[in-house]
């Protein structure tokens, strides 16, 4: 393959991605400037390997799997122990709205109940469900990059939604 069309798969596997793995580096590490310096490194890391990586169908998983070791180099290098679950901007959480008569104020109040409730989850069950929801992993690609079997992955998946579900049906008394 030519050099030019290297760095015409790179932008369009780029425009891509970029959204969704910004979007998960942030919520793991609660920083806009370390989440931009990790997502330039996996693309820098990217336009490096593209030519190895032979099935476009592996890109996804290669970028957040590398995504995923910068941050865990990151914490091994830095020896914090910041909750690098957090999320900083609760605008990009994203909550089914089934009923579009909920004002802008209550689903303010929703998203914000919603981050609290995953501040209380074991890190385990948090980056499955930003992984699931913020970079739209499915759970054979969640278990793959994390080590686990997929029954797992949907276990956690599953009482993470159960335990945001309670949590609003007791305020809401849904």
Known sequence: MSARRHIIQFTLIYNKYKGKVYNYVHKMVNDIMLAEDIVQTVFMKLYENIKRINEL???????????????????????????????????????????????????????????????????????????????????????ELTGTDPNLVKSRLYKTRQKIFNELSKIYEL
């Open 57 to 143: 169908d592996k890109i996804e998983f290669w970028i957040f799997k590398t995504a995923r070791n910068e941050i865990f180099m990151h914490y091994r290098q830095k020896k914090t122990h910041v909750d690098k679950y957090g999320v900083l901007d609760s605008s990009e959480l994203k909550i089914a709205d089934e009923s579009n008569t909920l004002d802008n104020l209550e689903r303010k109040e929703i998203k914000s109940i919603v981050l609290n409730i995953l501040n209380t989850l074991p890190d385990e069950q948090k980056e499955v469900f930003m992984l699931k929801e913020y970079g739209g992993m499915s759970y054979k690609e969640i278990a």
